[in-house]
């Protein structure tokens, strides 16, 4: 079963039991995904899909720490809700040695020696650890090796 069809399912589950919060986070992200294929004119598959996921789950953090900053504690608490709905279509997280072996492979595979193989060593990587790992923090560690 596609990632797509799962998402519908378990938006009708969400009716069905009438969670009205699980339900809007799986309507708001059923609607990316639509728009993303109007957009690209394609049906997307599901690397794509945690893509969208991923980004928006990062979006969520980020309003999240915005409103705490703000002092709206109730909005936050929504955003956080959202975050939970979302994490639970992405792929397993991966462990800080399973993500180190990787990043040691991907090094090794592009024969990267310097900050000028960034670019190879990511390209690499981001498709094994898309929705898996914090793109940034895997940034910041291979700057950290190729330094």
Avoid: C, H, Y
């Avoid at 598959?45 to 945690?50: G, K, P, R, S, V």
């Amino acid at each position: 079963m596609s990632l797509k069809d799962q998402l519908s399912e378990q938006q009708k589950n969400a009716m069905r039991a009438k969670d009205k919060a699980r339900l809007g986070t799986l309507r708001m992200l059923l609607a990316e995904i639509k728009q993303k294929e109007i957009d690209s004119r394609e049906i997307l598959d599901d690397n794509a899909i945690i893509a969208i996921v991923t980004k928006m789950v990062k979006q969520r953090k980020d309003a999240a720490s915005q409103f705490e900053q703000a002092g709206r504690q109730e909005l936050a608490d929504g955003e956080l809700q959202e975050i939970v709905v979302l994490q639970e279509f992405l792929p397993q997280p991966l462990t800080a040695d399973e993500l180190n072996a990787l990043l040691t492979q991907a090094i090794a595979d592009t024969g990267a020696s310097g900050m000028q193989d960034m670019g190879k060593v990511m390209a690499v990587l981001k498709p094994q650890i898309q929705g898996r790992a914090d793109m940034g923090k895997v940034s910041a560690s291979i700057k950290a090796r190729l330094a």
